[in-house]
């Protein structure tokens, strides 16, 4: 345990760097992204989150995308800026979570995965929310508010106990970014 221990430790700084330059609306955000992925991908693994540690390969993925947004993206080819989905998208995106998370839940509970339906759920939304993140979708910190919370749970119950405290501060770190988004969003 002791090598996942300094793993995660990796992780949590990474992972810090990543939101604090996301609030930022700094694009650095996704190299720092890019990096926790790959170190939380064997954690995860090694917590028996298999959900989770899948996860990371589509996190490291989407940094990829979220830094080509950020930086091509747009009408002008410049980078886009931030934007609301409709009530409409939130249904469709709540629906696909609901749908989804309990196919792979179900799928999950027939391993021996640590919390196959919440474990699903929690890659199934984050999936969603970092496509949103991607996209400067300003409700983002909404979801990622929910997933989070939850999650803090599953890590405490897991063991990994700084992943579960760098929740509790990115809890702390999505208000402050909704707000800033908030106003950035405003003010364009």
Not at 12 to 40: E, T
Not at 42 to 62: K, T
Not at 110 to 137: G, H, L, N
């Amino acid at each position: 345990m002791r090598v996942f221990s300094a793993a995660e430790a990796a992780g949590v700084v990474l992972a810090i760097a990543y939101l604090v330059l996301a609030i930022r609306q700094n694009i650095l955000c996704w190299f720092a992204a890019f990096a926790s992925s790959l170190v939380y991908m064997a954690v995860f693994f090694g917590a028996r989150l298999y959900m989770e540690s899948a996860l990371q390969v589509f996190y490291a993925a989407m940094a990829v995308y979220g830094y080509i947004q950020w930086k091509y993206g747009g009408t002008e080819h410049t980078g886009i800026r931030i934007s609301t989905w409709s009530a409409r998208q939130h249904a469709l995106a709540l629906g696909v979570i609901a749908i989804l998370s309990g196919s792979l839940g179900w799928l999950m509970s027939r391993t021996d995965a640590a919390f196959p339906f919440v474990d699903s759920f929690t890659t199934v939304a984050a999936i969603v929310t970092t496509f949103m993140v991607a996209r400067k979708v300003l409700e983002n910190w909404i979801y990622w508010f929910v997933i989070d919370g939850i999650s803090v749970f599953v890590y405490v119950a897991r063991g990994l106990e700084l992943t579960a405290a760098l929740f509790v501060v990115y809890l702390v770190l999505i208000v402050v970014g909704f707000r800033r988004w908030w106003l950035d969003w405003h003010a364009q």
